[in-house]
Nanobody, 122 residues
Framework: QVQLAESGGGLVQAGDSLRLSCAAS????????TGWFRQAPGKEREFVAS????????YYTGSVKGRFTISRDNAKNTVYLQMNSLKPEDMAVYYC???????????????WGQGTQVTVSS
């Protein structure tokens, strides 16, 4: 059973940076990809970025390219989402999730964390 735990959310001002962490346990080949999603109040869940543990390939949604960086630390079984130049529209609950494939579709992810709140004030 894969378990994911996010941390690092908080309240920041527009233009600030924040780093989210997703600690994973019980990973198997079926959970080789970790993705970050976000959901703002009244909006649908949105794909943000994903990374493959084996090889390190990454994907980003267009709105965060150049501002967000996803990375992993194999020794710590942790995936990070470094978020720079934060905007008010980045405010959401951020979730990490595990899948066997790179995908922007939430239904392709089998395991989810509880989420961490990111609030960006203008």
């Amino acid at each position: 059973q894969v378990q994911l735990a996010e941390s690092g959310g908080g309240l920041v001002q527009a233009g600030d940076s924040l780093r989210l962490s997703c600690a994973a346990s019980g990973r198997t080949f079926s959970s080789d990809v970790t993705g970050w999603f976000r959901q703002a109040p009244g909006k649908e869940r949105e794909f943000v970025a994903s990374i493959r543990w084996s090889g390190g390939s990454t994907y980003y949604t267009g709105s965060v390219k150049g501002r967000f960086t996803i990375s992993r630390d194999n020794a710590k079984n942790t995936v990070y989402l470094q978020m720079n130049s934060l905007k008010p529209e980045d405010m959401a609950v951020y979730y990490c999730a595990a899948s066997s494939v790179h995908s922007a579709r939430g239904q392709d992810y089998n395991y989810w964390g509880q989420g961490t709140q990111v609030t960006v004030s203008s």
